[in-house]
């Protein structure tokens, strides 16, 4: 029987119909909530992901100011910009678009961003929190990953969980969410030998490598729960992701597309952390004026 879709693109429309609520009853309060992007260089693929993040921010009534910088940036300029963004009462998130020109270190960007800013997450005290199960910003797409498992109501506790890849943007993120709700975790990188026998053992099954159909069908655990969060593009111009769709669909008893999947829950859990922020701050300012 061929994989059920897990449909992100109509889940995040769901979740985006709440969040207009919630920005519209901010503003009405007199806060209207407020996503700053920072974009250094001209990556097409990098100016297409915040032409979406912007565009959304519009959808759900949330303010939006882009600053663009040259790829000759120097690393100075761009930590300059973040200062006057953390200093700006009227701007709630911010949010640097990467990868980053050579020039400028990427953890000394985002350890610049005020941590009740951060709404991608990023920010080490962030990190730190996740590790330790405190409040915080969590990572837009482990967050996604998760309200797409929540709504499909996967029983994650004593499952067995395989996560493909180790970035700090995904890898490490989701694997302590699956953690959190106590899934017998285990982390695959790309030196894991016979990566197969360990994706064969897993109820639930996230991959976030960036290598095109790395994963196929005869790697998948019949009946599986499969999170694809690759979007990668063939020289034909076909968006696909890091597992092999069509092979998959064959196995899974879940999977979600690319594109179509992760990608919209990414933006819609950016735009619920930017809400967050602004409503922590209307509440801080409260508590002074009282």
Same mark, same amino acid.
């Given at each position: 029987?061929?994989?059920?879709?897990?449909?992100?693109?109509?889940?995040?429309?769901?979740?985006?119909?709440?969040?207009?609520?919630?920005?519209?009853?901010?503003?009405?309060?007199?806060?209207?909530?407020?996503?700053?992007?920072?974009?250094?260089?001209?990556?097409?693929?990098?100016?297409?992901?915040?032409?979406?993040?912007?565009? /959304?921010?519009?959808?759900?009534?949330?303010?939006? *100011?882009?600053?663009? +910088? @040259? #790829?000759?940036?120097? %690393?100075?300029? &761009? !930590?300059?910009?973040?200062?006057?963004?953390? /200093?700006?009462?009227?701007?709630?998130?911010?949010? *640097?678009?990467?990868? +980053? @020109? #050579?020039?400028?270190? %990427?953890?000394? &960007? !985002?350890?610049?961003?005020?941590?009740?800013?951060?709404?991608?997450?990023?920010?080490?005290?962030?990190?730190?929190?996740?590790?330790?199960?405190?409040?915080?910003?969590?990572?837009?797409?482990?967050?996604?990953?998760?309200?797409?498992?929540?709504?499909?109501?996967?029983?994650?506790?004593?499952?067995?969980?395989?996560?493909?890849?180790?970035?700090?943007?995904?890898?490490?993120?989701?694997?302590?969410?699956?953690?959190?709700?106590?899934?017998?975790?285990?982390?695959?990188?790309?030196?894991?030998?016979?990566?197969?026998?360990?994706?064969?053992?897993?109820?639930?099954?996230?991959?976030?490598?960036?290598?095109?159909?790395?994963?196929?069908?005869?790697?998948?655990?019949?009946?599986?729960?499969?999170?694809?969060?690759?979007?990668?593009?063939?020289?034909?111009?076909?968006?696909?992701?890091?597992?092999?769709?069509?092979?998959?669909?064959?196995?899974?008893?879940?999977?979600?597309?690319?594109?179509?999947?992760?990608?919209?829950?990414?933006?819609?859990?950016?735009?619920?952390?930017?809400?967050?922020?602004?409503?922590?701050?209307?509440?801080?300012?409260?508590?002074?004026?009282?």
């Amino acid at each position: 029987m061929p994989a059920r879709l897990i449909d992100g693109a109509a889940l995040s429309a769901e979740l985006r119909a709440g969040l207009a609520q919630r920005a519209a009853e901010l503003a009405a309060g007199g806060r209207r909530p407020a996503l700053a992007v920072i974009l250094v260089g001209d990556d097409p693929a990098s100016r297409i992901y915040v032409r979406n993040k912007v565009k /959304a921010c519009h959808e759900a009534g949330v303010a939006s *100011v882009l600053h663009e +910088l @040259p #790829a000759s940036a120097p %690393e100075t300029q &761009v !930590l300059e910009c973040i200062r006057a963004l953390n /200093a700006d009462p009227a701007i709630h998130g911010i949010l *640097v678009q990467l990868p +980053l @020109p #050579a020039q400028v270190s %990427e953890q000394r &960007v !985002l350890d610049t961003i005020a941590v009740d800013k951060d709404v991608d997450g990023f920010h080490v005290r962030n990190a730190g929190a996740l590790m330790v199960g405190r409040e915080g910003f969590v990572p837009c797409t482990p967050a996604g990953c998760m309200a797409m498992l929540d709504h499909i109501d996967a029983a994650l506790e004593g499952r067995e969980a395989v996560v493909v890849g180790r970035s700090n943007i995904v890898g490490k993120p989701m694997a302590l969410l699956l953690l959190q709700r106590s899934a017998t975790v285990t982390i695959c990188t790309s030196r894991t030998r016979d990566l197969a026998a360990h994706t064969r053992r897993a109820d639930v099954l996230v991959v976030a490598t960036g290598k095109p159909r790395l994963v196929t069908g005869e790697m998948i655990k019949p009946g599986a729960i499969v999170i694809d969060v690759g979007i990668n593009r063939t020289p034909a111009g076909r968006l696909v992701g890091d597992v092999d769709f069509a092979s998959a669909c064959e196995v899974a008893g879940w999977i979600t597309p690319v594109p179509g999947g992760v990608g919209p829950m990414t933006i819609a859990m950016l735009l619920r952390n930017t809400l967050t922020a602004a409503q922590h701050r209307r509440a801080r300012v409260a508590a002074r004026s009282t």
